[in-house]
């Protein structure tokens, strides 16, 4: 199933809560949320408390990308504001699998997520402990960053392995994703599609997150 994970980076957060109902009225079921740390990204964000406003103006799942180094510090501080989806970067988990097994057990679904240059091997391990596995299609820390192609084949593996092992995580992506690459990324593989200029950068969030979804599932349909 393709859904949509808007992300709230490229929204006017003065206005948050009312641009995620639109984008949801738009057929949006996720809301992907981007911590950065200035660390491990060249960017400052947000943290918890911006989550925990964030769960009062929606009941969608929110997706949690820490890319910040330590997530094991945080984890139990985005669970307790309200992350239902929690992903941590390969790059920074000196114990990936602990770190996958601390968020499960804070009741949240536990997601991997690579760079641009790390390859899917790297994963081998935890593919049979993760959710979802979120391939970054940029180098991870701004919006508005133009996709990279070289990183549909991850997404291809990602689908042929799990294929091979019988396993059961999604694939989500994350970068540059918009009407030019929706069909690229959904005949590749990818299911959860983040979004974030394309939903919120001009014009109404509703019709933009409603006109990408349609681009997606059209692809999906044509998908041999």
Known sequence: MIELAPSILAADFA???EQVRAAEEGGATVVHVDIMDGH?????????????SL????ELPLD???MIENPDEFIPAFAEAGADWISVHQ????HL??????IKSHDCLAGVVINPATPVDTLEEVLDLVDYVLVMSVNPGFGGQKFIPGTLHKMR???EIRSQRRLTYRIEVDGGVGHDTVGDVVRAGGEILVAG?????????KKNAGALLKAATEAALLKV
Do not use: M, W, Y
């Not at 769960?55 to 929606?58: D, I, L, M, S």
């Not at 790059?91 to 000196?94: K, P």
């Not at 200029?197 to 969030?205: R, T």
């Open 55 to 58: 769960r009062k103006v929606t």
């Open 97 to 102: 699998n602990r770190t996958l097994h601390l």
């Open 197 to 205: 200029n394309a939903v919120f950068g001009s014009g109404d969030p």
């Open 64 to 66: 949690c990308h820490l």
């Open 40 to 52: 491990f990204v060249p960017n400052l964000t947000i943290g918890p408390p911006v989550v925990k």
């Open 157 to 159: 593996q990602l689908s």
């Open 91 to 94: 790059e920074v988990c000196r």
């Open 15 to 17: 206005r948050l809560g």
